[in-house]
């Protein structure tokens, strides 16, 4: 008579072992990838704050400098949502008058009543204060402004600047 040869496969002991470890390894793989996916978040959230604070404190910027004159009873200074309201000449001598603003959450740049967005649909303005500054010599505007993301997760950052106008 032969004997039969039982020890081919796996116990049940073996295999719970094995299963075990498998989703030990599995759950430590899974919550790595949910670390790294929320921290590209947070990162693409600051980025996108980042950029569209520099680009619209420049675009302010650089139209504060060119103005010639600020007018005072067009603007609502030390207050939020502010507006501030410039007036200059181009480079062809033509007058213009710029208005910066809020509506809906977006930062509105009025050129001679043509109005763009200056900033992007992933941020809304949830702080824009203007304060005019002005001497015997010199008129400057100091601009606060706080941007906050409209993704997950929720971001928001303050900027400043202070601006002196060239006469």
């Known amino acids: ?77 030390g207050s939020s949502p502010g507006t501030l309201t410039i007036s200059g000449t181009d480079s062809g001598g033509t007058p213009y008058t710029d208005v910066f603003s809020v509506a809906s959450g977006a930062l509105q740049l009025a050129v001679n009543g043509v109005i763009s967005n200056l900033s992007s649909s992933e941020v809304t303005v949830s702080n824009l204060t203007f304060w005019n500054i002005s001497t015997a010599g010199s008129e400057a505007v100091r601009v606060q402004l706080s941007l906050t993301t409209t993704n997950i997760p929720v971001v928001t950052k303050s900027f400043y600047t202070t601006v002196i106008l060239r006469e």
């Open 1 to 77: 008579m032969q004997k039969t040869n039982y020890s081919k496969g796996y116990s049940v002991v073996e295999l719970v072992i094995y299963v075990t470890l498998f989703i030990l390894i599995s759950v430590v793989v899974i919550q790595s990838l949910i670390f790294v996916m929320k921290t590209y978040a947070n990162a693409r959230s600051f980025r996108t704050l980042q950029q569209n604070g520099e680009l619209v404190m420049e675009r302010i910027t650089r139209e504060i400098r060119q103005a010639n004159t600020v007018s005072v009873a067009g603007s609502v200074f």
